[in-house]
């Protein structure tokens, strides 16, 4: 089977690092009236978000007849201010929605245009409208909106997945790029996206991939694409020259299909990447690194938050782990190992014990049984792990009382593995970068395969995260994390 192969050949990595999304599905390529009707649940939404702080603030306010009059007049005159609003900041538009995380930025700043409007618009028509109701709305807006949004995400994500609406689009190259490219779209969906023909003018390139024919006609790409009944056509930065590459650009855009070029820099989230004008030649502006002045303080106010609930909350089930573990295996049961920390600062990690107590003695034996590609030990069926450490780490569970390492500000509750000093005598000299931030509970690794992950795509994940972490991008992780454990994927 073509599908297979293609999947068989992909790295795992390949299709979770382009454009990191935390797995949100994506709005996909509605045509007009998928967009309108788009378009009136938004309104819908935000109407009854209205309706919802009204009410509130009534009962708070102890409303009369006048002011409810006056609110509901305001409702009426909002509605054509939400979809103006929402078509304005280009909610409609694919290319500016393609993540999640772009579509609940864009929908906020349009709410709160859209509330400043209807400040304007009270003021016009001499309604005294409340503080308050303006407040909860851009709160209950934006919970709401999003909440729809991820909702008709979902949807579209169950139509791809069942072959219905996607996007046909020709792939320009046969490179190594473009057919990753390709093999993420067989395996993600959820993006829209299928291949029906690789276009090549290199004669040595095949005639087919993974059983999608290749075409050595680049110059009638705009007749294939009809042919195909493609709406687009994705150009691979390595598939052709810069002038003929711009050649296809024009009149692939005279004949109206969707252009679009692949980005070599696939390790810089694009939220950090800014196409702008430099004289005549378009240029990508990188954003610095954003992990330090407050963004460093809102992170470790979050992670205190967070971990201080999760002690609280999770303090009835260690306490009945600890009584497990005591009666059915010799030792203690907290497990104490040194490992670095930042800026290559060691600390004590914790974790409920999971294992025999002369597990490390044992550990010289089994090391020729060791499944990891890399300086990590990984084994299946590992036999030092005991009966109750086994269902711990089931599920995680024995990393619990790393949120006491998190409370020290030895940890984060987002960050790269923390390492063992053993492993990083074999690290590149690059994986070093990672010391830069605080090692996590959970992070790009766990939530993207655990254990499943290759040691290169290990080394990737860590490093994509210390150079484009951002709150948002800790707030996806953690998101992730529930289903992950839940599922037990890539426990060891």
Not at 78 to 84: A, D, K, L, M, Y
Not at 143 to 168: N, P, V
Not at 404 to 433: C, K, T
Not at 453 to 474: E, H, K
Request: proline fraction near 5%; hydrophobic fraction near 50%.
């Amino acid at each position: 089977m073509a599908t297979e192969a293609v999947g068989t050949r992909q790295s795992h990595f390949a299709g979770q690092l382009v454009d990191f999304d935390f797995r949100s599905p994506s709005l996909g390529h509605p045509g007009l009236a998928a967009k309108v009707v788009l378009a009136t649940v938004d309104t819908v939404v935000m109407l009854a978000s209205s309706l919802v702080v009204m009410l509130v603030v009534a009962r708070l306010g102890g409303w009369g007849p006048g002011d409810w009059r006056r609110h509901l007049a305001l409702l009426v005159l909002s509605v054509p201010v939400w979809p103006t609003v929402f078509v304005q900041h280009k909610l409609y538009t694919t290319r500016f929605v393609a993540r999640l995380i772009d579509e609940v930025r864009r929908g906020a700043h349009a709410i709160f245009i859209g509330i400043v409007a209807l400040v304007v618009i009270a003021s016009l028509f001499d309604l005294a409208i409340s503080r308050g109701y303006f407040a909860g709305l851009l709160v209950v807006g934006n919970l709401a909106l999003g909440a729809e949004r991820y909702a008709a995400r979902r949807i579209f994500a169950r139509r791809r997945y069942r072959g219905a609406s996607t996007k046909r689009v020709l792939m320009v190259g046969t490179s190594a790029e473009a057919q990753a490219l390709a093999a993420m779209f067989v395996i993600e969906k959820h993006l829209g996206y299928e291949v029906v023909a690789f276009v090549d003018d290199d004669p040595d390139a095949p005639e087919t991939i993974d059983g999608i024919p290749v075409y050595h006609q680049s110059e009638d790409l705009v007749e294939l694409a009809d042919a195909k009944e493609a709406q687009g056509v994705i150009i691979a930065t390595t598939a052709m020259s810069l002038e003929r590459s711009n050649r296809l650009v024009r009149e692939l855009s005279e004949a109206r299909l969707h252009v679009e070029i692949t980005w070599p820099l696939r390790d810089i989230a694009s939220h950090r990447l800014t196409v702008r004008p430099l004289g005549r030649f378009p240029v990508a502006y990188v954003e610095p690194v954003a992990r330090y002045g407050w963004r460093t303080a809102a992170k470790r106010s979050f992670d205190l938050l967070l971990a201080g609930l999760g002690l609280v909350l999770a303090s009835p089930f260690l306490l009945c782990a600890a009584v497990a573990i005591k009666l059915t295996s010799p030792g203690p049961v907290l497990f104490r190992q040194t490992r670095v920390g930042q800026h290559a600062r060691p600390f004590e990690v914790l974790k409920l014990r999971t294992m025999v107590i002369d597990a490390e003695a044992r550990l010289a034996e089994l090391d020729k049984l060791n499944e990891a590609d890399g300086p990590m030990f990984k084994m299946s069926g590992d036999p030092r792990i005991t009966r109750v450490g086994r269902w711990l780490r089931r599920a995680s569970f024995d990393e619990l009382p790393q949120l006491w390492n998190v409370m020290r500000g030895e940890m984060s509750l987002v960050g790269p593995r923390p390492a063992l000093a053993s492993e990083m005598a074999e690290w590149d000299p690059e994986l070093y970068n990672r010391l830069r931030v605080k090692p996590g509970i959970t992070g790009m690794w766990q939530v993207n395969g655990r254990s499943n992950t290759s040691f290169a795509d290990y080394q990737r994940l860590d490093l994509y995260y210390v150079d484009n972490w951002s709150i948002l991008v800790d707030v996806g992780i953690l998101a992730k994390t529930l289903p992950v454990v839940l599922s037990s994927r890539g426990a060891m």
